[in-house]
């Protein structure tokens, strides 16, 4: 039997936030994974809703913005539900998501807090190697990029890319017009956690 290609859920999210930003990024990273390992992916990402059926095929559930997010409760219990069934969340806040994200990821583990993800774990390390963590793209508050995450066990479910951008780096090239180099860090970064998220398990 030949399994079904695999895709990125992009979160269509409510409370008004640019929930469809870099319009370029996802099929950029799909093309690479395509490209650069074994697995099979479609051409484009899935737009999902939490309350989707279709949300359960989907192992990489990514969302990105530069406004507020906004979870109903039927919305935290799906979220709930999926990411404790074995999908992974990537959260990438594109300069002004962040204090919603924050808040909201809290109504889904309010008893478990977004903390420093060790430069050790396999997301830094399964295809290309990352030893200081994530890539920094641009440049906001003269602070460094930082991977956040929250485990389930010893799973990690949720990575939050903060004052990374890295999105932005998956982007065509004209769009931000960033050097090559720059670009090559935020594809590989993201060929690592798209690996993850298709082969951790629950």
């Known amino acids: 039997m030949t399994l079904a290609p695999l895709t990125i859920g992009r979160l269509h999210y409510d409370g008004g936030g640019d929930w469809y ?3 370029s990024s996802l099929p950029n990273l799909l093309r690479a994974v395509r490209e650069r390992t074994s697995l099979r992916t479609t051409e484009r990402e899935r737009t999902v809703r939490l309350a989707d059926p279709g949300l359960w095929a989907v192992p990489y559930l ?3 913005g530069h406004g507020n997010v906004l979870y109903s409760p039927d919305d935290v219990r799906a979220l709930r539900r999926h990411l404790e069934a074995g999908a992974f969340l990537h959260a990438d806040d594109n300069y002004g998501m962040d204090a919603s ?3 909201e ?4 583990f309010p008893d478990r807090g977004l903390a420093d993800v060790p430069y050790d774990h396999p997301i830094y390390r399964l295809v290309y190697d990352f030893p200081a963590g994530p890539p920094k793209i641009h440049e906001h508050d003269g602070l460094p990029a ?3 995450g929250i485990f389930l066990g010893s799973r990690l479910a949720v990575y939050y890319t903060y004052q990374c951008d890295l999105g932005d780096g998956w982007e ?3 769009v931000h017009r ?4 720059v670009r090559e860090q935020a594809l590989r970064m ?3 956690l798209f690996t993850y998220a298709v082969s951790a398990t629950p």
């Open 105 to 108: 990821i809290a109504k889904v």
């Open 178 to 181: 960033d050097p090559e180099p």
């Open 172 to 174: 065509d090239p004209d």
């Open 21 to 23: 930003a870099n319009p």
């Open 146 to 148: 930082q991977g956040l």
């Open 101 to 103: 994200f924050r808040r």
């Open 62 to 64: 990514y969302m990105t």
């Open 190 to 192: 993201g060929v690592n």
